[in-house]
């Protein structure tokens, strides 16, 4: 409520009564602008409501999400001879059961820098050769390295860093107190890779050893093992194996039942978290949207995302999964249900659930959520937008009022002033009066 910005100060012995009219002048006319500030602060307690419900809202929607992704989950691994092979499946591979077999995990080519060669006892200040140019040729591919001259470690860092198939390193074959460093190739991939350094002077390197491929069988395919230049082979859609030992292991893929049923626990306390929200409004005189339809849309809303069923399935409704609502609305989740149901079919969980996009269960709760936080229609979305608009114009309102009582607030100190300047000039005409015929009758007496 707007105030006198300054307490009115007059010279006539009615200063206090013209302050006294200002006060309640603006008190009468702020009235309106107290009970549009009072609404304006409960608009601003809805919109906090609204912006907390969304909030839970979309924690719901994010469990959602997280399901979706958990029926798609890659599945685990288990191997009956885990020393044969490292096995990892990526989300969307499918469960399944097969045998592989490492035959070869085949070897590397190799390298050393030749006999003959500077020796080399500091590999930080010496090198093989001085040439600035240097040529490496990986099977029969020549191309050009410019090493810093004068550094063994800068040549071997030079090749490495030109990325041509080649792992270059520093190694030491001289004995005790008699270093002799030398500059060691290998191959990045297995097989008959071909190597080859050369300076100006010719090669200075010799190949020591021709690598072989790595070979393996799936299920017994193919007749000829496959060939492979790396030991980390992908043996189906999603699956990669790296080979480590030469022998045979079975591998069982099977769906992750755990991770599916934590995001399913999370959407559970999700879904209460907003149920609990949405009871704060719930009553006479409790929350900021207390009595607005927005609560019981929200309510049934959730009370609608269990309604699903479908049939043709050992899984057709939400409670197969061990999920239900009790009396006062509160979602259940029964692990054990549902441990059951993935172990005794969990083709039929997954085909239940279905996706977000592609049909089932999942799409049915996105469906329905959208008509709560959907970017159009979706009516905490509109009530968000609604609550926003009011509260700009609420504040043009209270600006306006408040203007305008500052003007008549203005307005009635000039006046008052005016008046008050009127009085107190014919308070001095009386008192300078009233002194003449004081000062008149006391020269009469004498």
């Known amino acids: ?158 090749i490495n860093e030109k990325g041509g198939g080649v792992q270059a390193s520093v190694v030491n074959i001289g004995g005790p107190g008699a270093a002799d460093y030398r500059l060691a190739l290998r191959s990045t991939d297995l097989g008959g890779v071909t190597i080859d350094l050369a300076d100006s002077t010719g090669s200075i390197a010799t190949q020591y050893a021709t690598g072989t491929t790595a070979q393996y069988r799936v299920n017994g395919f193919p007749a000829t093992a496959v060939d492979s230049t790396s030991r980390k082979v992908t043996i189906a859609p999603g699956v990669t ?99 059951t149901a993935f172990a005794d079919n969990n083709d039929a969980v997954r085909g239940f659930l279905g996706g977000e996009s592609s049909g089932g269960f999942l799409q049915s709760m996105k469906a329905t959520l959208d008509t709560v936080d959907g970017l159009t229609g979706g009516v905490l979305t509109d009530a968000s937008s609604q609550v926003a608009k009011t509260l700009v114009r609420q504040d043009d309102q209270i600006a306006e009022m408040q203007n305008r009582i500052d003007v008549m607030e203005t307005n009635l100190k000039e006046r008052m002033s005016a008046a008050d300047a009127a009085i107190a000039l014919l308070e001095q005409q009386v008192t300078l009066i009233t002194g003449l015929f004081s000062a008149s009758d006391s020269n009469s007496n004498n």
């Open 241 to 339: 194996a790296e080979l480590v030992a030469v022998g045979s292991t079975d591998i069982s893929l099977t769906p992750d039942a755990t991770k599916l049923q934590d995001y399913i626990s999370a959407f559970v306390t999700a879904f209460n978290a907003a149920g609990s929200e949405i009871d704060t409004h719930r009553g006479q005189g409790t929350g900021a949207l207390s009595g607005q339809s927005l609560v019981s849309e929200l309510g049934n809303t959730l009370r609608q995302l269990m309604k699903f069923e479908t049939t043709g399935s050992t899984i057709s409704n939400p409670t197969d999964l061990g999920l239900s609502l009790d009396r006062n609305g509160t979602l259940l989740f029964n692990t054990a249900t549902f441990a």
């Open 1 to 158: 409520m707007s105030s006198s910005s300054a307490i009115f100060s007059g010279n006539s012995r009615y200063a206090s009564d013209f302050q006294s009219v200002i006060e309640r002048s603006v008190a009468i006319a702020s009235m309106p602008l107290t009970q549009l500030q009072n609404q304006r602060s409960n608009t601003a307690s809805e919109q906090t409501a609204i912006s907390s419900l969304a909030s839970k809202f979309s924690t719901l929607r994010t469990a959602l999400d997280n399901i979706d992704s958990g029926t798609t989950a890659a599945p685990t691994a288990t191997l009956s001879k885990s020393e044969v092979a490292r096995v990892t499946a990526a989300s969307g591979a499918l469960p399944t059961e097969m045998n592989l077999e490492v035959i070869n995990l085949g070897s590397y080519s190799t390298s050393l820098s030749n006999d003959g060669l500077t020796k080399v006892t500091d590999p930080t200040s010496q090198s093989i050769t001085s040439d600035e140019v240097v040529t490496l040729t990986i099977n029969g591919v020549p191309m050009e390295i410019h090493p810093p001259v004068g550094s063994l470690n800068a040549l071997a860092q030079a």
